[in-house]
DNA sequence: ACTTGACTTGAAGTTAAGACAAGGTGATAC
DNA sequence: GTATCACCTTGTCTTAACTTCAAGTCAAGT
């Protein structure tokens, strides 16, 4: 798969693809002879799943942290959960910080009328 | 109030006030005759509610308007009403992305043995 | 009088996460 | 056989949101 269509799957630029590859969020991509890059399932997986992760803000160092130690083999399999899990942690802490904004925000809509401020 | 204590108060540092303050995310504090900062209630409770909104990703630019539109007066009460309800939506957004995301965190983590994948 | 510490302003620096540009290669289209 | 793509790499630029710095003022303590 070039990278042309992966961009298109995943709605990545090709610039963000090729930077993902670079810091070290994807493992490398295998090349064709002529050195383009031809994305497997393999690595088609890891685009998805960075994506993901990336979206719901997970920063790229925490990511790249992760990738490193599953390129180290099976050795490092609980500091990989471990790391997930302080990321599950962050972002139940995330998503209760939005709610409660969120209900804030909602209720100032609604009586909007009733305050002249803040 | 000085600035030490609406930033011991807020958890903002002072550094963080000015720039609120400069770039128009607060309406100007008002001073003592000597030039420094007196923090009042209203600007207090700017500080507070722009806190909370910072602190859910709403961006600078978005609160800046609505400062802005605040300050023109009430002829801007629905416009004002409009940009919360935007905001109230993309934080709904989020917060639904945030939530797939996290299940999805959750799974991978049970199921962790299962595969040896993205 | 002098130091100390909190404050002021305006400008420049920092960080994260890409976006963009320049220059180059190789396969296909005419 | 040359023009055009889609791709490559390397390196610089941008943007948001602060943060830090430089240079100075002012009030209080010793």
Redesign the interface.
Known sequence: MLISEVSEKYGLTQDTLRYYERVGLIPTVPRKPNGIRDYDD?SC??V???H??R???IPVEVLVEYVHLYQQG?KT?EA??GL??E??KS??E??E???A??K???Y??EH?NDF???
Do not use: V
Request: charged share 30%; aromatic share 10%.
């Open positions: 393999y997986g890891w998805e799943f960075i993901c992760m979206n719901s803000g099976s399999k990989r959960i997930l899990k990321e599950l972002l139940d995330r998503i910080n939005l709610q904004t969120r804030r925000l909602a100032k809509i909007y002249d401020k803040a």
